[in-house]
């Protein structure tokens, strides 16, 4: 292997990118650890290439045609939803700041992190109401001011006609778990007296 603070530009920019290819939540910060590099270096560089920042790619990519968000309406989604397939996947980015950490910490309130979660699996549903009826939940570790949570969730199984979904969701601040939950969403206009459900969680 090549040391990496000695790799030419030319080969340090094939590196950023493909880095940014494969995780375009990726930050700076994290791009100098990777690299070894200065964050004005990571800087100049995506700026020689042509890609934007953080902000401006999840920017980009929430302006991508997906599919609409049928069960609540988007402003009572915790986060930025930027990939949607109904009753298949989604994702969303919510970045941690002030008003949802701990004061003396900096660590963020449990509820928080689990709202990004809950609101995206219902979210996902193909269904003009989805209420959640059970959440398995895990805090894998705290979350910290300033970092962003991916969360992305995926339905595993829908049944019956009036139908119950399994919805199986990661939580990730760059490469690492933070969270992780197993919901079952109530798919019917129907039986609303479940809404909210049964949270078997440990909160923070």
Known sequence: MPDIER???????QQLARYIDENPFITDRELTRLLKVSIQTIRL???ELGIPELRERLKLMAERSYDSVRSLPLHEVIGDIVDLELDKSGISVFEIKEEHVFSRT????????????????VAIIDDEIALTVTADIRFIRPVKLGEKCIAKAY???ISG??????????TYVGDEMVFQGNFVIYRSAADTDTEGGDLRADRY
């Open 7 to 13: 790799m030419p530009k030319r080969q340090r920019h």
């Open 45 to 47: 560089d995506r700026m």
């Open 106 to 121: 900096g660590i963020a309130r449990g509820h928080h992190v689990f709202a990004q979660a809950n609101s995206l699996a």
């Open 155 to 157: 339905v595993r199984s």
């Open 161 to 170: 006609e009036r139908s119950k979904a399994k919805v199986e969701l990661f």
